[in-house]
């Protein structure tokens, strides 16, 4: 089991910048991958970027340039830089991490972005 608690959301305007937290705890030596992934009304929730065991990241187009995705080991904590920020960007984010030998999901509650002027 993997507990995720995010924070660091709200309301910034176009071309601001936020830092999305999300904290773990639980079977973290068993967890392949951690991201965040993003849902805007009336929208599927889509990928925005990952970061795995080894250390690699991958991004969603969108957000290539902008956001950059982080971890720090000694907290069990992995952070989304958002800058450059765009009213396209709003949603809820939500923290995810992954457990192959489960094949299991795991998330957070999720955190309000909202980018308007």
């Known amino acids: 089991q993997v507990q995720l608690v995010e924070s660091g959301g709200g309301l910034v305007q176009p071309g601001g910048s936020l830092r999305l937290s999300c904290a773990a705890s639980?079977?973290?030596?068993?967890?392949?991958?951690m991201g965040w992934y993003r849902q805007a009304p009336g929208k599927e929730r889509e990928s925005v970027a990952l970061?795995?065991?080894?250390?690699?990241?991958d991004y969603a187009d969108s957000v290539k340039g902008r956001f950059t995705i982080s971890r720090d080991n000694a907290k069990n904590t992995i952070y989304l830089q958002m800058n450059s920020l765009r009213p396209e960007d709003t949603a809820v984010y939500y923290c995810?991490?992954?457990?192959?030998?489960?094949?299991?999901?795991?998330w957070g509650q999720g955190t309000h972005v909202t980018v308007s002027s």
């Open positions: 995810n991490a992954f457990i192959a030998s489960y094949f299991a999901n795991y």
């Open positions: 639980g079977s973290i030596p068993s967890i392949n991958r």
């Open positions: 970061i795995f065991r080894t250390g690699n990241t």
